[in-house]
């Protein structure tokens, strides 16, 4: 037992050397939302490498960690309208994510849909935005 949580905390504190990094690149903001001055911690977009990546994480406000790690808590609403422009994101971590929050609210939300719709994905970029499925 000892040895699996020895593994995991090496792991977190892995992740977590990438704050810094991650803090630069987002500009102290959430990287979905956008929001600042908010509390940020670093996400892992599933399905999670053995070792930490990087290109895997975004720095995001609790608010998001909770809604995205939570599929039964997720609720959908206007509130998510940024999905539509992150869905068009440089960063592709960040696109991913935002193209399956789209999808979770697509049947409820017709501006949801519509992002979608109108939203081109390379290959790759479909490939990461399934892997989670």
């Not at 599929?71 to 935002?98: I, K, T, Y």
């Not at 193209?99 to 970029?125: K, S």
Request: aromatic share 8%.
């Amino acid at each position: 037992m000892a040895k699996g949580r020895e593994e995991y905390e090496a792991r977190t504190a892995a992740r977590n050397a990438f704050g810094k990094d991650l803090a630069r690149r987002a500009k102290s903001k959430c990287e979905l939302c956008e929001r600042g001055g908010e509390k940020l911690s670093v996400y892992e977009v599933p399905p999670v490498p053995r070792d930490p990546d990087f290109d895997r994480c975004l720095l995001l406000c609790s608010d998001c960690i909770e809604q995205t790690e939570n599929p039964r808590r997720f609720e959908p609403g206007e509130h998510w309208r940024f999905l539509a422009n992150q869905a068009w994101s440089d960063l592709p971590m960040a696109q991913v994510l935002s193209v399956r929050l789209l999808r979770r609210q697509a049947a409820g939300q017709d501006w949801a849909r519509e992002a979608l719709e109108g939203l081109y994905l390379d290959e790759e970029t479909e490939a990461l935005v399934a892997e989670a499925d």
